[in-house]
């Protein structure tokens, strides 16, 4: 799989794991020097507190368009601290 934002490969791996039709990216398997943290949260009830990623390439900035998990619940321990992606990022 890939994740693709701005004509730029983000993320790529064959070891992601779908979850309610998302596929979250192990860490090890996204390029970095794109994702920026940033001070979002959500809460999902059964996953946990999700933290946000700005992903920025080519000087432009999609905010919030990455998230993860930092800590899980024991139903979420397969995707704790991996990144699945909205907000325009192609995902195939």
């Known amino acids: ?50 933290s946000y990623y700005d992903i920025e390439v080519n000087d432009s900035v999609n905010k919030d368009a990455a998230w993860y998990y930092p800590e899980v619940s024991p139903l979420a321990k397969s995707i704790k601290g991996y990144v699945a992606f909205w907000k325009g990022v192609a995902v195939k």
Request: with cysteine; proline share 6%.
């Open 1 to 50: 799989m890939k994740a693709i934002w701005n004509n730029t490969v983000i993320a790529e791996s064959d070891d992601t794991v779908v979850i309610e039709g998302n596929h979250y990216f192990p860490p090890k398997d996204i390029k970095q020097e794109f994702f920026k943290a940033n001070e979002t949260h959500t809460t999902c009830p059964w996953k946990g507190v999700a």
